[in-house]
């Protein structure tokens, strides 16, 4: 299709387009513009949405060691055992209390693999007076939340065969340029909750290379020993933060994102994002989920 103009618009347009050609050439040439994505907000919200399938149960399981007791290594092939042979239903997360110090007091020269979080997780499931020991789901089994290492394997069977009320999605994106990941949490009930629920963020740590005690090792230490799942640090608080104060519907969801900053000790490409969620009134945990943190 071809377009007319008058000879009186085309001479204006001319005298226009030769202004314009002017100022251009008079003028310095203009940078490029420049297009950045723009970054997500960060969220702390609480709303209603659909209700979604119910998610597989999921088992959290509890490696209370320390680095000067001689039988802890072999808890730690136990654990790792039952983590690979579940099908990724069990994390794992070694708790290195402070307490009994005999067995966890730090070697002069090497890693602190002790932290107040362990200490703090440990203790609330009962008295530490032996090493290793365990816990499942912070539930009791056979009267007891710390358990010897041959109860393990059973109290993972039993918490697996449970279904759990909340469904969680964990997201991290490593942020290269700044350092830090950028954690995104999901909590949905899938079912109404009538008990108060909270979840906990802890950041683990795997193949820390410190001195540890074991008997199978010639002298009865190993000091480059390869220490998996340690408990680094939480996020707030050990208590953990509210995902409901009250009775919620079925589709409730909370949702937190937030920014998490490794230590300088940390290996950020080792470290895992582990989210549990546990009943305010019981203590037991009822849905975990791992994620790696870069």
């Known amino acids: 299709m071809r377009l ?33 994505a723009e970054e997500k907000p960060l969220l702390d919200t609480f709303y209603v949405g659909s209700v979604p399938s119910v998610a597989v149960k999921k088992v959290l ?7 000067r007791c001689n039988n802890c290594p ?8 039952l983590e690979s042979s579940n099908s990724g239903r069990v994390a794992v997360v070694a708790l290195y209390p402070k307490t009994p110090m005999s067995l966890t007091f730090p070697w002069a020269g090497f890693d602190t693999m002790s932290t107040t979080e362990s200490d703090q997780i440990a203790t609330a499931m009962g008295g530490i007076t032996s090493l290793p020991l365990g816990a499942v789901d912070q539930v009791a089994y056979n009267g007891s939340k710390l358990l010897n290492t041959s109860d393990w394997g059973a109290a993972v069977t039993a918490q697996l065969a449970k279904t759990s009320p909340i469904n969680i999605t964990l997201k991290s994106t490593w942020k290269s340029a700044d350092g830090k990941a950028r954690v995104e949490i999901k909590a949905v009930a899938n079912t109404a909750l009538t008990a108060n629920y909270k979840w906990v963020v802890a950041i683990t740590e795997s193949k820390v290379k410190s001195k540890q005690s074991d008997q199978d090792a010639p002298g009865g230490v190993v000091d480059d020993y390869d220490h998996e799942h340690a408990l680094r640090g939480v996020v707030g608080s050990t208590l953990g933060s509210d995902i409901n104060t009250a009775a919620v519907s079925a589709g409730y969801v909370r949702e937190k994102h937030f920014y998490v900053v490794p230590k300088t000790k940390w290996n950020a490409a080792n470290c895992d994002v582990v989210v549990w969620v546990y009943n305010v009134d019981t203590k037991e945990v009822v849905q975990v989920e791992k994620v790696a943190l870069k």
């Open 4 to 36: 007319n103009f008058s000879n009186g618009l085309v001479f204006s347009l001319g005298l226009l387009f030769a202004g314009m050609m002017g100022l251009v050439a008079c003028s310095e040439e203009l940078p490029p513009v420049i297009m950045t």
């Open 61 to 67: 399981l509890f490696d209370v060691t320390g680095v």
């Open 74 to 81: 072999k808890a730690a092939v136990l654990a790792k055992s």
